[in-house]
């Protein structure tokens, strides 16, 4: 979606990045599943990519479930740079 917000979620195993994944999709959610920034974490994580409209559902399904998660960050873009901010 052109102009919407980004965040991506970052978690402490690639499990639980699926496990969101899979959860988010039957909502109907629309979200992908990438390689986790190279500028937040070290190690070959992965990481969901959502939109700001799903903010709330992504926040519940980890409090419900209780996901150990490294962070959430808004992509934000400036002067064609990405910076990840942690929310």
């Given at each position: 979606?052109?102009n919407e917000?980004?965040?991506i ?27 986790a920034?190279?500028?937040i974490?070290?190690s070959?994580?992965?990481?969901v ?6 903010l ?5 399904i980890?409090?419900t ?23």
């Amino acid at each position: 979606m052109k102009n919407e917000v980004e965040y991506i979620a970052i978690f402490s195993s690639n499990n639980y990045t699926s496990f969101l994944f899979k959860k988010l999709k039957e909502r109907k959610c629309r979200v992908s599943y990438i390689s986790a920034p190279r500028s937040i974490v070290k190690s070959c994580k992965k990481a969901v990519k959502f939109y700001e409209r799903d903010l709330y559902d992504v926040q519940q399904i980890i409090k419900t479930n209780n996901l150990k998660i490294k962070g959430i960050y808004k992509i934000v873009i400036k002067n064609r740079k990405v910076n990840y901010v942690l929310i």
